[in-house]
């Protein structure tokens, strides 16, 4: 039995801070995410630790207790890149949101927040809220396994007509 995609998840991966430097004086950073069984990966931005990236990756979710995955990597051109740092994040705040049936709700109306604790990657509070009919989420990941760096990413639910009836 094939699971039932419930949504899209658009991951807006907005940019980097502060990022490890793994080449000579800087890095040659991109992002990889990841769910499940789905991989997808930004554009390499040239000798910069404080990329800006603004690419929106579309991942399909079927099981939004599946923990988003993200890897920083360092291009390299005759080595293996170098790991600059991963995170994770949780989309089921963002998920119980859409299931309210907001309409009608003044853009920019915080649904509810995320606080930064042991257990996730966030740097800072994170929001999810309304505007112009959907539900988005912002985050500022703090990298683990790296001496420095963070990712500010924003998501964006988009239903699907499989998930109406959510």
């Known amino acids: 039995m094939v699971p039932e995609m419930l949504g899209l998840l658009k991951v807006k991966v907005q ?3 502060n990022l490890a430097v793994r ?8 992002v990889i995410v990841k769910m499940g069984k ?3 990966k930004t554009r390499v931005v040239r000798r910069n630790t404080n990329p800006v990236w603004n690419e929106e990756l579309t991942l399909s979710v079927e099981d939004p207790n599946l923990p988003v995955r993200l890897e920083v990597f360092d291009k390299d051109t005759f080595s293996l890149d170098d790991p600059m740092g991963r995170a994770e994040f949780d989309i089921r705040m963002l998920v119980e949101a859409v299931k309210m049936k907001l309409e ?3 853009n920019g109306t915080i649904i509810t927040t995320v606080t ?3 257990k996730n990657c966030l740097a800072e509070v994170s929001r ?6 959907e539900v988005f989420q912002d985050l500022i990941l703090r990298l683990r396994d790296v001496e420095r760096g ?11 007509q499989s998930s109406r009836d959510l």
């Open 128 to 133: 999810v809220y309304w505007s112009d009919g």
């Open 116 to 118: 930064p604790c042991r």
């Open 23 to 30: 080449d000579f004086w800087s890095s040659d950073p991109y």
């Open 38 to 40: 789905q991989k997808l």
């Open 150 to 160: 963070e990712v500010e990413l924003k998501l964006r639910w988009v239903s699907t």
């Open 104 to 106: 009608g709700l003044p």
């Open 15 to 17: 940019r980097g801070f």
